[in-house]
């Protein structure tokens, strides 16, 4: 069920995201993050260009990756907070998709696993969230959030870091291709306010910075509906918002689990 999920799901998303496809994001970017001859942050975004390596200028095969990604991040969701959970989030995520992009996947894949509390599947969850988004540093932590082992969440914290500077040592360095704290543009975005960083930010049919605004609060009452392993998402929003922009709410599209774990239970 979940893998016929997964196509529906990568069908509606690119057909939505299709006009705004182009150098920064999806099928495009694979070659060049393969030749790194693209800035930072997709240069370190190497998980799908790496198994495509043999075939990068194969459309398939990225739809291909894409939906595997998506499935295994949709049982991942169903394996630890329930089936329930898994197609509300699911629901985040296809409104969320107006850019083409695989790293959210990596990123629930990680994180999930981590929650999961079983120290080979955190590690494996590690290099796969790792290759695809600079959150993997946060993996530690959530390990450590849902068993309470210190040791173990040191160590997979070390690992973490590992990969998160073995990825940037192999591609090489390469500069951001915007400036690292987002903060003017996301206050921009909120009054409706437009700038030379900020011109998109009306363009939407749904106004991306409010719907964040509502994914966000949602989430933080989900981690407060559960207790101690709600503590990973105000980590993971402040760095949204901070580094993050606003009306782009599918960066914080790893914690709508948690909103979508809130919905769940008011609808149980």
């Known amino acids: ?38 800035q930072a942050p997709m240069r370190y975004r190497v998980l799908i260009p790496w198994l495509m390596k043999r075939s990068p200028t194969s459309l398939t095969m990225y739809e291909f990756w894409r939906v595997i990604l998506l499935w295994v991040a949709l049982l991942c969701v169903a394996s630890y907070w329930g089936g329930v959970v898994a ?45 695809s988004r600079e959150t993997v540093l946060i993996n530690g932590f959530v390990y450590w959030l849902a068993t309470g082992d210190v040791a173990g969440g040191l160590a997979l914290s070390a690992l973490a870091f590992a990969v998160f500077y073995g990825v940037r040592w192999y591609q090489g360095h390469a500069d951001l291709y915007c400036d690292r704290f987002r903060i003017l543009d996301n206050i921009h975005y909120l009054l409706l306010k437009k700038s030379t960083r900020a011109k998109e930010a009306d363009t939407l049919l749904f106004y991306a910075p409010y719907l964040h605004v509502i ?18 998402v105000p980590v993971m929003v402040l760095a949204s918002v901070t580094m993050g922009k606003m009306n782009e709410y599918r960066l914080s599209l790893a914690v709508a689990v948690w909103a979508a774990y809130a919905i769940a239970e008011r609808i149980a």
């Open 1 to 38: 069920m979940y893998l016929i999920l997964a196509i529906f799901a990568a069908t509606l998303q690119n057909i939505v995201n299709q006009p705004r496809r182009g150098h920064w994001n999806g099928f495009l970017t694979v070659k060049a993050i393969i030749e790194k001859r693209i």
């Open 87 to 131: 197609v509300i989030w699911l629901v985040f995520v296809m409104s969320a998709q107006i850019f083409d992009t695989w790293c959210y996947t990596s990123e629930t894949i990680g994180i999930t696993l981590a929650l999961m509390g079983n120290p080979i599947g955190a590690a494996l969850g590690i290099f796969v969230h790792g290759l």
């Open 215 to 232: 994914l966000i609060a949602l989430s933080l009452y989900g981690a407060y509906l559960t207790g101690r392993i709600g503590f990973v």
